[in-house]
Structure formats: C-alpha cells, structure tokens
C-alpha cells in the first residue's frame, strides 16, 4: 500500500494543488478535497460515483472558520460548537455566497464540522480554508474505519492516503439542520441526541425520512452503508433457525451475535460482537467489511437493543440491512 502515510506535508501540497487526500477522523475516513477548487471536490464525486447533486460536509479546524463558510448563524450553531467541536457532529447552515455549488449540491445551505481527530485537526490548522469530505467509501457502500479500508475501496487511484488509525467513534456524525424554526435531527451519529438537547434546551425534530425532495441527505437513502453481502437482522432464535436452514441447504452463514448465550449452529460462523453501544459502534464497520470478504451466502446480524444509546447504531443497521427476520 504504497499511498499509505503519516506526510502531512505531502497532504497539504496536494490538496492545495486540487488533488484528493483521504484522512481520518474520528468517526470514519473521509475522502478530502480542497472545498474551495469546484474542479478538485468534482473529483470526490467523480471516484466515488456519487451523484453530484448531494452535498458534501465543509471540514474546518474549529468554530473560528464558522463564518468563513454560513451566514446568519444562529444562536444554538454556535452553543453547539461551543459544545462539541471539535467533535461528530455536523451542522447544517445558510451557506455564504461564495461556497461552490459542488459542495452544497446546489442547495443553499452548508453542512460544517471541526473533527476531533488530531491528524485531521493539525491538517486543518495548517490548511486554513474547508476540506469536503464525504465518506471515503464507493457510494453506497460501508463507510471505512481504518486506512486499509480506504486502500480496499480505492486502491492507488488516490494520491494519498493519511494513517490515523482505527477511527476510535466508528460511525458519521450526528447531523442537525439549524436553518428552520426548530433544530432538526437529519441523521442520528457519533454525539447523542440527548447531549444535543441539553445544551439546546429542546428537543431536536426527527424526521424519519426528508421532509422535502429538496432536502437531499444521501445517509438517508434507504439502502446505505451496505454490505454486498445480503444482510438478515433478527432475534437470535429467528437468525438461529434461518442458520440452521441455510447450512442444511449447503449455504455458508456468518452470525453477528451480542447474546453471550452459546452458539453452535452448524455450518454457520459465530462473529461476536461487543456489549456496550460505543464499542459496537467502533466494530460495526469492520466487522461488515470483514464477513463481507468472507465467501459467505448471507451475513444474519442479531437486532441491537433499542435504548436510546443505540439510536446511530440501529439507523446505520436499518440502512445496512437487506431485510429482517422473525
Ligand atoms: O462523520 C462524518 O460525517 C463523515 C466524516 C468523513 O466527516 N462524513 C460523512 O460524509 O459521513 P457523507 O457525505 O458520507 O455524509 C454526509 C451527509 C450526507 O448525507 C449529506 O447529504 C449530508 O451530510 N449533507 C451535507 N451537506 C448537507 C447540506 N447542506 N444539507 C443537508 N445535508 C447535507
Ligand atoms: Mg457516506
């Protein structure tokens, strides 16, 4: 993997000149572009065959660039920043005039976040202006949590590749659309809606779907963040059934199992995974990616729980998922 490197002098030469750099951030890898050069963010969408009218998150250093980016910022844009940047979560605000049409997708709004991740952070510092980076993953497909993850989907079409490590939140940004009435959630992620609302002092509008053909938020799509692999999520009797079924008919299963309850289902492959919702989270990607790779006819994934800790990690599965067991 020769276009794997810590050079964060390498990166910002070529950023500068209009080329894409992947970097890490603390939730996944992101597929940078210097936000300024349309030419340069047209190539994002170009290698990830993405279609070029959703928008891209503005990646800036810290709350300081806000208005570098949005106009008519409102009071909680900046309580929110205040209180988790730099940090996962993503604000969507009235874009400045000057932000490229490739970024906002033509829309009139701007979706800003200062990642926490240090190598991200030191990079943005030294840049100065706005990275767009999307998910450095083909479109559609799982997000990357590690540098071989990028190297898998891209290969040494990219320049550059920045080593951070494995991302230590796992799953994107928690978004919210501060240009309407009321503080909205646009999709669920790495900070807790609940920490959200207490330092808005509200609660956040969920929509469950766009309210608007407008509002294009592609991690709203219903299937995202997928395996190729069909994906099946049910309880663990169902998943242990539909197992013992599927290796009867000479099939080859994986089982992504939380219970700590013993599984010996034949011909199928047992793939714990962790307890605690944060650590879930961490090797929810990974842990797609890797069964994904593993000659396996189906991937059967046990239903997460549903208290609200779990609330990314059950948005990212419903999306993931090809359908659901009984
Ligand atoms: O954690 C993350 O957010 C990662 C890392 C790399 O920062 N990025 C990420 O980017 O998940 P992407 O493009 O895969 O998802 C960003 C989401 C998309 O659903 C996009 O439509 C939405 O953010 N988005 C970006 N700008 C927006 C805008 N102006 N209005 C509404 N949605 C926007
Ligand atoms: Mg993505």
New binding site residues.
């Given amino acids: 993997m020769p276009n794997l490197s810590i050079d964060l002098d390498r990166a910002l030469a070529l950023l500068q000149a209009g080329e894409l750099v992947a970097?890490p951030?603390e939730?996944?890898?992101?597929?940078a572009a210097d936000a300024s050069q349309p030419h340069a963010v047209a190539k994002i969408f170009a290698l990830k065959g993405?279609p070029a009218d959703?928008?891209?998150?503005v990646?800036i250093a810290g709350k300081a660039q806000l208005d570098d980016w949005a106009q008519d910022i409102p009071a909680a844009a900046r309580q929110l920043a205040d209180a988790f940047w730099p940090g996962?979560l993503?604000l969507?605000l009235k874009?400045k005039p000057h932000v490229p049409d490739a970024?906002?997708?033509g829309?009139d709004?701007?979706?800003l976040?200062a990642?926490a991740h240090p190598l991200a952070h030191a990079l943005l510092t030294r840049f100065g202006g706005g990275l767009a980076?999307?998910?450095?993953?083909q479109f559609g497909h799982v997000?990357p949590t590690t540098a071989r993850h990028v190297f898998n989907e891209f290969g040494e079409r990219l320049p550059l590749i920045l080593d951070g490590g494995p991302c230590p939140?796992g799953?994107?940004?928690t978004?919210v659309?501060l240009t309407g009435d009321h503080p909205t959630l646009?999709?669920p992620?790495?900070v807790p809606v609940e920490a959200i609302e207490a330092v808005l002092g509200v609660k956040l509008v969920h929509h469950e779907k766009p309210a608007t053909a407008q509002?294009?938020?592609?991690?709203?799509l219903d299937s995202h963040y997928a395996p190729r692999t069909p994906l099946l999520v049910g309880p663990l009797d169902a998943l242990a059934r539909e197992a013992a079924q599927r290796a009867a008919a000479g099939e080859r299963v994986a089982l992504l199992h939380r219970s700590q309850m013993l599984l010996a289902v034949a011909g199928a492959t047992a793939h714990a995974m962790p307890m605690a919702a944060d650590d879930y989270a961490r090797a929810l990607y990974a842990s797609l990616r890797e069964l994904d790779t593993g000659g396996f006819d189906a991937l059967l994934l046990e239903t997460p729980p549903q208290a609200a800790e779990w609330l990314a990690v059950n948005d990212r599965v419903k999306r993931a998922a090809t359908g659901w067991l009984s």
Avoid: D, F, K
Avoid at 27 to 31: A, K, M
Avoid at 54 to 57: A, D, K, Q, R
Avoid at 215 to 220: D, F, I
């Fill in positions: 970097i951030t939730t996944v890898y992101g597929l993405r959703h928008p891209v998150i990646h996962s993503t969507i874009r970024v906002t997708g829309q709004t701007v979706g976040r990642p980076a999307p998910s450095a993953n997000s939140v799953v994107e940004s978004i659309g646009l999709r992620g790495g509002m294009r938020v592609s991690g709203l």
